[in-house]
DNA sequence: CTAAAATTTCAGAAAAGACTGAAATAACGG
DNA sequence: CCGTTATTTCAGTCTTTTCTGAAATTTTAG
């Protein structure tokens, strides 16, 4: 697929973007390439447009299908694999952000409640130390008890309440 | 300064994180002994309770310090600089919340609006690459609008529209 | 000032992570 | 089946990032 030059720029920008959040640079880059792509790219075109290696664009693409950012399609009279991404930022957002939960912050909530169960029966450990981490468990759950309660309205719903942040903070504030 | 097992296992939880999100994780790993320490630290604590070396420490602690996720700290009759952690965890995501939106959200921001402007009169570009940038675009206005209205918000109304999502929600959901 | 202590800098080493290409495997069409 | 095409795997290489240690710099106490 031929690029212009601002889609070279936007891809390039959202690979170094990746690599700054802990997401390898080409898996972020064939996301971009597919997001803005008008049609299904297969995975030599996805290959020669970004200059990697085809068996990179496969463990790349592997990836973004397991976090369904990407799907799979097929042309009559082509047997090749073709890709589309999500396209609706919404959903990617939604899409990462429940991935991240579920890979890293669950697993730390587990972790952060085996540590403050083992430091109860713990005299090693100074109670500062106990304290600290519950405080952080307690604010993790506090968060993750809010995202679990507005993580499934529609998305008009979540909208209104965005615009209406700081009115609901007047009425409530009182 | 002495760590204890659960202590250990904390500060390699979190190493571990950091480096997943994109955190040198020497340095998420000085920011976890900080935040657990029950006093200040100096630097050559940090490097012998850690087993990484002295130079790795300042170029941790000065990126902290950068943060503001950690602060300098002295004692009568001591020339070296002690350190402590923000421990308010709130306080704590606050400033990486607030230090990666200016580092990252912000500059995206501003290379989206130049290509959405640029590929007003580019008309090698296909339509359909400008409405997706631009789509983008507007998300992500939303989001950080949402989050200008609320980050200032006190942390006690914060808490209270959290919990109340879903009771918001059903009032406005009509 | 001087000397000792504390801190920082930075070139090079080490480690981690990403990428390639060749070979293996799988998926079809006939 | 068999040959062709598509895809995946993975050992080795390359790149990037991180870390170290020695030297330079800064700070401070006397």
């Known amino acids: 697929m031929r690029l212009t030059p601002v889609m070279h720029r936007y891809i390039v920008h959202w690979g170094e973007m ?6 390898n640079r080409s898996v972020a880059q064939i996301h971009a390439l597919l997001y803005l792509a008008p049609n299904p790219l297969h995975a030599d075109e996805i ?11 496969s463990v790349g693409i592997k990836e973004l299908l397991a976090w369904e950012l990407v799907q799979v399609t097929h042309t009559l009279g082509d047997r090749r694999d073709f890709f589309v991404a999500q396209r609706d930022p919404w959903e990617v957002i939604r899409v990462i952000v429940e991935g991240r939960k579920r890979r890293e912050i669950d697993p730390t909530l587990a972790f952060l409640r085996t540590c403050v169960s083992e430091l109860e029966t713990d005299s090693e450990t100074p109670a500062e130390v106990r304290e600290r981490i519950a405080g952080q468990l307690e604010f993790l ?11 499934s309205l529609p998305r008009k719903t979540l909208l209104k309440m965005m615009r209406l942040g700081q009115k609901i903070a007047k009425v409530i504030g009182e």
């Open 18 to 23: 990746g690599s700054r959040w802990g997401i």
């Open 141 to 151: 759950e506090t968060l993750t008890r809010w995202y679990d309660s507005i993580k």
């Open 47 to 57: 290959a020669e447009t970004l200059g990697i290696a085809r068996s990179n664009v």
